[in-house]
T-cell receptor, first 108, second 110 residues
Framework: GQSLEQPSEVTAVEGAIVQINCTYQ??????LSWYQQHDGGAPTFLSY????GLEETGRFSSFLSRSDSYGYLLLQELQMKDSASYFC?????????FGKGTRLHILP | DGGITQSPKYLFRKEGQNVTLSCEQN?????MYWYRQDPGQGLRLIYY???????QKGDIAEGYSVSREKKESFPLTVTSAQKNPTAFYLC?????????FGQGTRLTVV
């Protein structure tokens, strides 16, 4: 089967950098994605990694190591509006499976 | 504007009743998904469809049914067999990289 593990909560200070890790198990791998969800809202796409390495999009970066079945999302220059839940998602052969999400708390 | 639309936003149902949640997309995506989200939980896959007239069970399909008669539409029926249907339901469509979500339907059983 497929499964993903990520921390349930992370706390960081405004202006700092935070890393959210994700490990996965799957028999078929196409890519690892990251989504942001604010309370009461729908998830929105942040990034996608199909190959090993770092992908950068503004203040957000995502990393993938297929040999380690591991990825992370890096958020820089944290802002209060980044307080949200972040989900890693596994794209398998025919479906997308999500992790349980990491709640990011940002302190002023 | 292209997007994915779920309706209604809030839905109340009496125990023992079936209810159908609507999901429509105009993004021309082949793949569509239904997820359930409970408070503080991740998204659990109910059903998914990669092509018209075909769909597959996800991890928590019991008590739910779907149809995919048109590419644009993927309605979800919550049946009376679903023991704990109160939840936030999210529909998504996808290209090869990104999933696009509707705004969700919050179902409450009263």
């Amino acid at each position: 089967g497929q499964s993903l593990e990520q921390p349930s909560e992370v706390t960081a200070v405004e202006g700092a950098i935070v890393q959210i890790n994700c490990t996965y198990q799957t028999s078929g791998f196409y890519g690892l994605s990251w989504y942001q969800q604010h309370d009461g809202g729908a998830p929105t796409f942040l990034s996608y990694n199909a190959l090993d390495g770092l992908e950068e999009t503004g203040r957000f970066s995502s990393f993938l190591s297929r040999s380690d079945s591991y990825g992370y999302l890096l958020l820089q220059e944290l802002q209060m509006k980044d307080s949200a839940s972040y989900f890693c998602a596994l794209r398998g052969e025919d479906k997308i499976i999500f992790g349980k999400g990491t709640r990011l708390h940002i302190l002023p | 504007d292209g997007g994915i639309t779920q309706s209604p936003k809030y839905l109340f149902r009496k125990e023992g009743q079936n209810v159908t949640l609507s999901c429509e997309q105009n993004l021309n995506h082949d793949a569509m998904y239904w997820y359930r989200q409970d408070p503080g939980q991740g998204l659990r896959l109910i059903y998914y469809s990669q092509i018209v007239n075909d769909f597959q069970k996800g991890d928590i399909a019991e008590g739910y049914s779907v149809s995919r008669e048109k590419k644009e539409s993927f309605p979800l029926t919550v049946t009376s067999a679903q023991k704990n249907p109160t939840a936030f339901y999210l529909c998504a469509s996808s290209n090869d990289i990104e999933a696009f979500f509707g705004q969700g339907t919050r179902l409450t059983v009263v």
